[in-house]
């Protein structure tokens, strides 16, 4: 799901109950959540130091151990990021109903780890920062090199995801202005598009 910085991201409910978390109690972690949290709800203006040490409960000292600055902040979040979206990917290259219905049945938000991730390096690309930008770069350019590798044409991969990157924006940027709250049945409606999609380019799209 490629997350353009013109956009203004919603603030979202953060929710640390889930299975990525479980288990995770190491002060990096925990540091990286408050991080993550306060880009999320605040901004990059409002994630200081010392306000990530704060919401972690580590001291200063114990921040600057594992993070001697925000940038090594910004890098810890992109290497989260980039874990993240390979396993997404991985699960996208495999999933029996083929990479193209999975990347548009996917693009719901969810509160998941994934979501978080992207929606606060998207909060730092809004202001121009150049890890940020160069991290969904990235992400983006795999999610499609991962669709074109199934679907066998690059345009109609792009199409696709196109198709299920405008159904994130509206789930993730502008469910409290009332969208992003597509139905089940409005999925199901999206990927017979994607079968109609993938049908011309003459590849099923399934996973071998």
Do not use: C
Request: aromatic share 6%; proline share 3%.
């Amino acid at each position: 799901m490629v997350i353009r910085p013109s956009y203004t991201v919603q603030p979202v409910q953060y929710n640390n109950r889930d299975r990525y978390h479980q288990g995770v109690s190491s002060s990096r972690e925990r540091i990286l959540d408050s991080f993550e949290k306060a880009l999320i709800r605040d901004g990059e203006r409002a994630a200081t130091m010392e306000a990530v040490a704060a919401a972690a409960d580590v001291s200063k000292g114990g921040l600057l151990y594992h993070f001697p600055s925000k940038e090594a902040l910004v890098d810890g979040m992109a290497d989260r990021l980039r874990h993240l979206a390979d396993k997404d990917r991985e699960m996208m290259t495999a999933a029996p109903d083929g990479a193209a219905r999975y990347y548009v049945r996917t693009s719901v938000f969810e509160d998941s780890p994934l979501d978080r991730a992207l929606v606060s390096m998207a909060r730092l690309a809004q202001q121009g920062h150049p890890t940020a930008k160069a991290s969904l770069a990235d992400i983006q350019e795999r999610w499609l090199d991962a669709l074109d590798a199934q679907l066998g044409d690059r345009t109609t991969a792009h199409a696709v995801k196109l198709l299920g990157d405008g159904l994130y924006y509206d789930a993730a940027f502008f469910a409290s202005a009332g969208t992003g709250r597509t139905s089940g049945a409005e999925i199901d409606e999206l990927l017979d598009v994607v079968d109609l999609i993938v049908s011309r380019s003459g590849r099923s799209g399934a996973a071998p």
